[in-house]
C-alpha cells in the first residue's frame, strides 16, 4: 500500500522519474523509500478493508494522491520549460533542439538548457529532500481509506497552472522586452531602407545581444526559481 503512492509520486519526479534512469533503479529506490517508511507510515492502514472492491478502491485513491503530489512537483518545475521557449523565441534560437529531462523530449536549446539546469540545482541545494518529504507528509493531509477531495484537487491544479504561467513569463521578461523593442525597431528599420537585407543582418546581432542578456540574468533566474518551487512545496509539509 505504501509503494502505490509513493512509487506514483516518484514516477513523476524530475531526474528521478526520466527515461534516462533506469526502471530498475527506479523500481529499486521506490521499494526501498517504501521500506524506510513502513515503521513511520504503517499504522495508517489499520483499517484495511478484508473485501476486494475495498481494498481496490484503497488502491485507487492511493494512486490518485500520488499522482496528485507528482503532478503538482511537475508543474512546478515546468515553469523552467515555459521561461526557456520565450526566452528561445526572443533570441532566435527557436530551430536549435537539445533533450529536455523534464518534458522528456527534444525541445528547444535554451529550454534543455534551463531544464538541465534546473535539476542540476536541485540537487545541489538538497531540494530533492524537500519533495521526498512532500510526498510522505501526503499521508497526514490524505490519510488511507478517507474520501479523496476531488475538488480541492482540480481547483489546486488549475490555480496553479495559471501561477506557472505567470512565474514564467517574468522569468522571460528582460528577454520578451528586449525582443519587443528589437523587432519594433526591425519593422521601423524595414519601412526606411525596403531594399536592405533585414533578416542577414539582424539574426547575428540578435542571437549575440540575446545570449548576452541571457546569461546576465541567468543566475537571477535560477534563484527565483528555487524559492519558487520551496514556496510551492511549503504548504504540502507538516510544521514541524
Given at each position: 500500500m505504501l509503494m502505490t503512492r509513493l512509487g506514483t509520486a516518484m514516477m513523476l519526479l524530475p531526474g528521478i522519474g526520466g527515461h534516462l534512469v533506469s526502471v530498475r533503479i527506479r523500481l529499486w529506490l521506490a521499494i526501498t523509500l517504501s521500506f524506510l517508511m513502513l515503521p513511520v507510515l504503517g499504522g495508517l492502514f489499520a483499517t484495511v478493508p478484508n473485501t476486494t472492491g475495498g481494498m481496490l478502491m484503497i488502491v485507487f485513491s492511493e494512486i490518485v494522491v500520488g499522482l496528485f503530489i507528482g503532478t503538482v512537483i511537475s508543474f512546478l518545475m515546468s515553469v523552467l520549460s515555459l521561461a526557456g521557449s520565450m526566452i528561445g523565441y526572443q533570441v532566435g534560437l527557436t530551430n536549435a533542439f537539445s533533450f529536455?529531462?523534464?518534458?522528456?523530449?527534444?525541445?528547444?536549446?535554451?529550454?534543455?538548457?534551463?531544464?538541465?539546469?534546473?535539476?542540476?540545482?536541485?540537487?545541489?541545494?538538497?531540494?530533492?529532500?524537500?519533495?521526498?518529504?512532500?510526498?510522505?507528509?501526503?499521508?497526514?493531509?490524505?490519510?488511507?481509506?478517507?474520501?479523496?477531495?476531488?475538488?480541492?484537487?482540480?481547483?489546486?491544479?488549475?490555480?496553479?497552472?495559471?501561477?506557472?504561467?505567470?512565474?514564467?513569463?517574468?522569468?522571460?521578461?528582460?528577454?520578451?522586452?528586449?525582443?519587443?523593442?528589437?523587432?519594433t525597431g526591425l519593422g521601423l528599420l524595414s519601412r526606411l531602407v525596403p531594399q536592405l537585407q533585414i533578416f542577414f543582418i539582424a539574426q547575428p546581432v540578435q542571437i549575440l545581444v540575446g545570449a548576452w542578456m541571457f546569461m546576465l540574468t541567468l543566475p537571477m533566474l535560477v534563484s527565483l526559481f528555487l524559492r519558487f518551487l520551496e514556496d510551492g512545496l511549503v504548504p504540502y509539509l507538516t510544521p514541524r
Open positions: 529536455d529531462p523534464i518534458a522528456q523530449q527534444q525541445s528547444q536549446l535554451l529550454t534543455g538548457f534551463l531544464s538541465n539546469i534546473g535539476l542540476l540545482a536541485i540537487f545541489a541545494t538538497d531540494l530533492h529532500h524537500l519533495m521526498f518529504q512532500a510526498i510522505v507528509d501526503t499521508y497526514t493531509l490524505f490519510p488511507p481509506g478517507q474520501a479523496l477531495p476531488w475538488g480541492d484537487f482540480t481547483e489546486t491544479l488549475s490555480h496553479l497552472v495559471t501561477e506557472t504561467f505567470r512565474v514564467g513569463l517574468q522569468f522571460a521578461a528582460p528577454l520578451v522586452v528586449f525582443g519587443l523593442l528589437f523587432y
